[in-house]
């Protein structure tokens, strides 16, 4: 049974650019949440997708942006990349909105 | 003041005593209560999921709610090296959205 996948596991990119992160949630799993998490912190939600629609929000900039297919997988996208936005990023999946999620094991962004 | 307040640790204790790790939270709607593992490198692994107040046990692992307190711990009998982690608490609750809001992470280490 597959687990949380993510993709990539590592990516680096200058100040301005764009970049897209991509997740596969476990199987059964139809409800994909994002979240970022700075270094010696905890997970900060980005926000969260179920039937291909933003369900949730958090106080992340419009920058942020994701995407839900129909087969629940999932992307985040980062526009106008600044340095602060160097993080591990983490995609969890649940059945269902409030349900326990279960997480990747991230991709960790940096920016140069 | 965060919404959740967690205590970074590190916590270092000798194999196979029993280990208390606390959170304390602010917003009376949270309702469900969870614990995750953190491995270096690796994303966080659901431990515990608990609803409202009262105990909840797992092998060597014990999760407490105490809602009135708005307080909650995870209590690992019989600490291994293997258990050296950031344990990291999680609550959500209907607060206008079901986000997940974390704790900062406690960072743990088992001596042999």
């Known amino acids: 049974d597959a687990g949380v996948t993510q993709s990539p596991t590592h990516l680096i990119k200058t100040r301005g650019q764009q970049v897209t992160l991509r997740c596969s949630p476990k199987?059964?799993?139809?409800?994909v949440s994002w979240y970022q998490q700075a270094l010696g912190q905890g997970p900060q939600f980005i926000f969260q997708?179920?039937?291909?629609?933003?369900?949730q929000r958090g106080n992340f900039p419009d920058r942020f942006s994701g995407h839900q297919y129909p087969n629940y997988s999932s992307e985040l996208n980062v526009n106008a990349l600044l340095l602060g936005d160097s993080a591990l990023y983490l995609c969890?999946?649940?059945?269902?909105?409030?349900?326990?999620?279960?997480f990747g094991d991230g991709t960790r962004l940096s920016i140069l | 003041q965060k919404e959740v307040e967690q205590d970074p640790g590190p916590l270092s204790v000798p194999e196979g005593a029993i280990v208390s790790l606390n959170c304390t939270y602010s917003?009376?709607?949270?309702?469900?209560f969870m614990w995750y593992r953190q491995y270096s490198r690796k994303g966080p692994e659901l431990l515990m999921y608990?609803?409202?107040?009262g105990n909840k046990e797992d092998g060597r692992f014990t999760a407490q709610v105490d809602k009135s307190s708005k307080y909650i711990s995870l209590f690992i009998r019989d600490s291994q090296p293997s258990d050296s982690a950031t344990y990291l608490c999680?609550?959500?609750?209907?607060?206008?959205?079901?986000?997940?809001?974390f704790g900062a992470g406690t960072r743990l280490f088992v001596k042999a």
């Open positions: 969890a999946s649940s059945l269902g909105i409030n349900q326990p999620q279960h």
């Open positions: 199987s059964g799993h139809d409800t």
């Open positions: 997708y179920y039937e291909e629609e933003e369900r």
């Open positions: 917003n009376s709607a949270f309702q469900y």
């Open positions: 608990t609803y409202s107040s």
């Open positions: 999680a609550m959500s609750g209907n607060t206008g959205g079901f986000k997940t809001i």
